[in-house]
């Protein structure tokens, strides 16, 4: 199984970013999908996740904001993020688990399937 975080860069506040993570080697509509972050020093934590159906949650922070969608013909999932700040400066995976619901999706020792980290830096 590879999940291949991509998209990340250093951009000025206000400005958009959209991550993408490719997968392969498992049956990607089977699986619901979630963003974490990790800033330096700190542990980490949940941006959102997508249900197999499409329903989506969001942590507070990011709400209207980013936006998680999922391609189930290119096995992709993507976590489209406008309006950044310094505080969304982190290192961004994307991780996988069969069944996620709102009382459960943001626990990342829930998912069995995580990318590498991909970079992303907000400057003021």
């Known amino acids: 199984v590879q999940l291949v975080g991509s998209g990340g860069g250093r951009v000025q506040t206000g400005d958009s970013l959209r991550l993408s993570c490719a997968v392969s080697?498992?049956?990607?509509?089977?699986?619901?999908w979630a963003w974490f972050r990790q800033a330096p020093g700190k542990e980490r934590e949940s941006v959102g996740a997508?249900?197999?159906?499409?329903?989506?949650f969001y942590t507070d922070s990011v709400k209207g904001r980013f936006t998680i969608s999922r391609d189930n013909d290119k096995d992709t999932v993507y976590l489209q993020m406008n309006d950044l700040k310094p505080e969304d400066t982190a290192l961004y995976y994307c991780a996988a688990r069969m069944m996620i619901y709102s009382g459960n999706w943001m626990y990342p020792e829930g998912y069995d399937y995580w990318s590498q980290g991909t970079q992303v830096t907000v400057s003021s």
């Open positions: 080697g498992l049956t990607f509509k089977n699986y619901a």
């Open positions: 997508i249900r197999r159906a499409g329903t989506t």
